[in-house]
């Protein structure tokens, strides 16, 4: 059982806790699961990689859940991800069913969330198996279809493009390594910068500032909103939940969190797109779908076994080929960093203590949630309710904690805290796309060694398309992911062009 | 393959190739979104104007001016006392109950008590819990 080491009262511990503080951080608006991950990372140095995952994962998997809370009794999505559970959820409540809504929505999590785990445990390894084989050409390959994907899922294929090499740009602002290869000068910097710039800007500092920074800075420009009041946040209980509700939607339940499941694994992706796509289907495919939208429990079921199956899927790419696949698993790469351990094809086989952690972190957390939202959801409601103006500056103060300890003490880092939180500001004016970015970031400097040394060896362009056979289905992944981008914003513009002909 | 193809990379210079690639890229995105959205851009002044109209400028500013300042006093003061983390505990006290009584809306005894507890005991904690417990450096 020597592969079970970790599995210490503190590890549940801290899994549990992680899902409870994630379930807050879900559960109030304007706070996210990508936040409570970057506030809680600095408590992660002393823990060691197997319990400071715990605790992450355990934030991860509550952050998602808890957004279904004030869906369901304000129509208010706690998390981006929940947004379609408003849709029925709402009105649901005002029938006076919240607490069957909620049970519904907190049952289909779990489902989604475990369906999603047990896709992580069998095709995670299966394509670190695969990419193994992979040399940088085909790296580099992937990243670019990662990078493509996201961009074609964007709400704007051009900006996303724009936004994922601006990521790139910003990454490449240090020195080229000699370690991996390079000639150790610094590049795209003026010279009185070069003492702070020489190792670029750190990942964390940048997540901590997009992620943490910038929410409060936009929460801030809205006035604070005040919190919620038990007044608001009546529980109504006139229709008992009870699972036979379930009997019919198992197909729901299992198509919902596949699709959940595959959203996540494409790169860059967030909830919302997961239980978007979700709840489309379940509509699409629904015996009265017009009651969607109008209280349908099966509205529920699918937006929240679609945005809990993201939770396995996002975790797919990030430990089979090092490419996260959304923003809080892209906060878990810092993690890892932290500890010293490269995630990447090799991760899996290399560290199987670590793999196993967090498959059970992950069984654990889930179940934590289902128990803690089940039978104690009128509880759960009353976190809602714990004041933002107490909060916020808390989660300021964490920003400032993770960003200067990241690197044992540097303050350019906190700057960059700063920088990067005003940048995340202004991109959500600017309409610029921060998952993209935050890809392009992580990845740019990979990128470009994959590029680079490919060129070196090679001395030809032509090997990016004749190296391997994997090489070309990657470019015909690419240009039929943009391809697939470019017919859908036609349609689009049809459709636009329609109603207002109409 | 082809003649064409053929590239041969000059070491000395290796580190800007990729940035002049991606830079080529990123202007070439950019020159493509300014002729296609010329005329959102050309009256994003009211796009901005309508932003800050709506901006609740005291909290927003104040947000950002508070921040500010507490980066750049933490390490002046923090340098008094080298490696105690005392400049990290010293900033903190005062940010969290300034930035809690920005956010709060109503100003009565029963508010600002909380914000005014929440500010001692926070910044503490968190300072015990990483100089003493994990010994790690703070401002």
Same mark, same amino acid.
């Given at each position: 059982m020597e592969?079970f080491e970790?599995?210490?009262p503190?590890f549940?511990?801290?899994v549990?806790?992680?899902?409870?503080?994630g379930?807050?951080?879900g559960?109030i608006?304007?706070?996210?699961?990508t936040?409570?991950?970057?506030?809680?990372?600095?408590?992660?140095y002393?823990l060691?990689?197997?319990?400071g995952?715990?605790?992450l994962?355990?934030?991860?998997?509550?952050?998602i859940?808890?957004?279904l809370?004030p869906a369901?009794?304000?129509?208010?999505p706690?998390?981006?991800?929940?947004i379609t559970?408003?849709?029925?959820g709402?009105p649901?409540?005002?029938?006076?069913?919240?607490?069957r809504?909620?049970?519904?929505?907190?049952?289909?999590s779990?489902?989604?969330?475990?369906i999603?785990?047990i896709?992580?445990?069998?095709f995670?390894?299966?394509?670190a198996?695969?990419?193994?084989?992979?040399s940088y050409?085909e790296?580099?390959?992937?990243?670019?279809?990662?990078?493509s994907?996201?961009?074609?899922?964007?709400?704007d294929l051009?900006?996303?493009?724009?936004?994922?090499?601006l990521?790139i740009?910003?990454?490449?602002?240090?020195?080229?390594?000699?370690?991996?290869?390079?000639?150790?000068?610094?590049?795209?910097m003026?010279? +009185?910068?070069?003492?702070? /710039?020489? =190792?670029? $800007?750190? !990942?964390?500092? @940048?997540?901590? #500032?997009i992620?943490?920074?910038?929410?409060?800075?936009?929460?801030a420009?809205?006035?604070?909103?005040k919190?919620?009041s038990m007044?608001d946040?009546?529980?109504s209980?006139?229709?008992?939940?009870?699972?036979s509700?379930?009997?019919?939607?198992?197909v729901?339940?299992?198509?919902?969190?596949?699709?959940?499941?595959f959203?996540g694994?494409?790169?860059?992706?967030?909830?919302?797109?997961?239980?978007?796509?979700?709840?489309?289907y379940?509509?699409t495919?629904s015996?009265n779908?017009?009651?969607?939208g109008?209280?349908?429990p099966?509205?529920?079921?699918a937006?929240?076994?679609?945005?809990?199956?993201?939770?396995?899927?996002?975790?797919?790419?990030?430990?089979s080929l090092?490419?996260?696949?959304? +923003?809080?698993?892209?906060? /878990?790469? =810092?993690? $890892?960093? !932290?500890q010293? @351990?490269q995630? #990447?094809?090799?991760?899996?086989g290399?560290?199987?203590?670590?793999?196993?952690a967090?498959?059970?972190?992950?069984?654990?957390?889930?179940?934590?949630?289902?128990?803690?939202?089940?039978?104690?959801?009128?509880?759960i409601?009353?976190?809602?309710?714990?004041?933002?103006?107490?909060l916020?500056?808390i989660?300021?103060m964490?920003?400032?904690v993770g960003?200067?300890t990241?690197?044992?003490?540097?303050?350019f880092?906190v700057?960059?805290?700063?920088?990067?939180?005003?940048?995340?500001?202004?991109?959500?004016?600017?309409?610029?796309?921060?998952?993209?970015f935050?890809?392009g970031f992580i990845?740019?400097?990979?990128s470009?060694?994959?590029?680079?040394?490919s060129?070196?060896?090679?001395?030809?362009?032509s090997i990016?398309?004749t190296?391997s056979?994997?090489?070309?289905?990657?470019? @015909?992944l690419?240009?039929?992911?943009?391809?697939f981008?470019?017919?859908?914003?036609?349609k689009?513009?049809?459709?636009?062009?329609?109603?207002?002909a109409? | 393959?082809?003649e064409?193809?053929?590239?041969?990379?000059?070491?000395?210079?290796?580190?800007?190739?990729?940035?002049?690639?991606?830079?080529?890229?990123?202007?070439?995105?950019?020159?493509s979104?300014?002729?296609?959205?010329r005329?959102?851009?050309?009256t994003?002044?009211?796009?901005?104007?309508i932003?800050?109209?709506?901006?609740?400028?005291?909290?927003?500013f104040?947000?950002?001016f508070?921040t500010?300042?507490y980066f750049s006093?933490?390490?002046p003061?923090?340098?008094?006392?080298?490696?105690?983390g005392?400049?990290f505990l010293?900033c903190?006290?005062?940010?969290l109950?300034?930035?809690?009584?920005?956010f709060?809306?109503?100003?009565?005894?029963?508010?600002i008590?909380?914000?005014?507890?929440?500010?001692?005991?926070?910044?503490t904690f968190?300072?015990w819990?990483f100089?003493d417990l994990?010994f790690?450096?703070?401002?």
């Open positions: 592969l970790f599995l210490t503190l549940v511990l801290l549990m806790g992680g899902t409870f503080v379930i807050i951080f559960a608006p304007g706070l996210t699961a936040m409570a991950v970057a506030v809680c990372l600095p408590l992660t002393p060691g990689l197997e319990n995952l715990a605790l994962l355990g934030l991860y998997v509550g952050g859940s808890g957004g809370v369901v009794l304000l129509n208010i706690g998390t981006p991800s929940s559970t408003t849709f029925d709402y649901m409540s005002q029938r006076g069913e919240g607490e809504a909620l049970k519904i929505g907190i049952f289909s779990l489902v989604g969330g475990i999603s785990l896709a992580l445990y069998f995670a390894p299966a394509l198996d695969f990419a193994i084989r992979f050409v790296k580099f390959l992937i990243i670019i279809f990662a990078l994907v996201m961009a074609a899922l964007s709400t051009l900006i996303g493009i724009f936004s994922g090499f990521g740009f910003i990454s490449l602002i240090d020195t080229y390594d000699v370690e991996y290869g390079g000639n150790g000068n610094t590049r795209l003026p010279e +009185s910068l070069e003492y702070w /710039l020489e =190792g670029g $800007f750190s !990942l964390l500092p @940048v997540l901590i #500032g992620f943490g920074l910038a929410a409060i800075l936009h929460e420009e809205a006035g604070v909103p919190g919620m007044k946040l009546k529980v209980s006139k229709n008992k939940f009870s699972f509700i379930f009997k019919d939607q198992i729901n339940l299992v198509r919902s969190s596949g699709i959940g499941t959203v694994i494409l790169p860059g992706v967030g909830g919302s797109a997961a239980s978007i796509l979700s709840y489309t379940a509509k495919f015996k779908p017009e009651n969607f109008k209280g349908e099966a509205g529920i079921i937006s929240e076994s679609g945005n809990n199956g993201l939770t396995g899927g996002a975790l797919v790419p990030l430990l090092g490419i996260p696949g959304d +923003s809080t698993t892209a906060l /878990l790469i =810092g993690a $890892f960093t !932290l010293g @351990v995630v #990447g094809p090799l991760f899996i290399n560290n199987p203590m670590t793999w196993n967090m498959i059970v972190a992950m069984i654990i957390a889930n179940f934590a949630m289902f128990f803690m939202m089940f039978y104690a959801i009128r509880y409601v009353m976190i809602i309710t714990v004041p933002k103006h107490i916020f500056p989660i300021l964490m920003c400032v960003a200067y990241i690197n044992y003490g540097i303050i880092d700057w960059t805290l700063l920088i990067f939180g005003i940048f995340g500001w202004l991109a959500k004016h600017l309409s610029l796309e921060i998952a993209p935050i890809i990845l740019g400097h990979s470009e060694i994959y590029f680079v040394k060129l070196e060896s090679f001395e030809d362009l990016f398309f190296k056979w994997i090489a070309v289905v990657l470019w @015909v690419i240009i039929g992911s943009i391809g981008s470019v017919l859908l914003s036609r689009k513009q049809d459709n636009t062009a329609n109603e207002v109409d | 393959m082809f064409f193809t053929k590239v041969t990379i000059d070491f000395e210079t290796s580190h800007l190739l990729f940035p002049t690639i991606i830079s080529c890229i990123l202007a070439l995105l950019g020159i979104i300014l002729i296609r959205d005329k959102r851009i050309a994003s002044g009211k796009h901005w104007s932003i800050f109209s709506k901006m609740d400028k005291k909290r927003f104040g947000t950002l508070l500010v300042l006093l933490m390490v003061i923090g340098d008094l006392w080298p490696n105690t005392y400049g010293i903190s006290i005062p940010f109950f300034l930035a809690g009584l920005l709060l809306h109503e100003y009565t005894k029963q508010t008590l909380p914000v005014v507890i929440v500010a001692l005991i926070a910044p968190v300072w819990l100089t994990f790690l450096s703070l401002p």
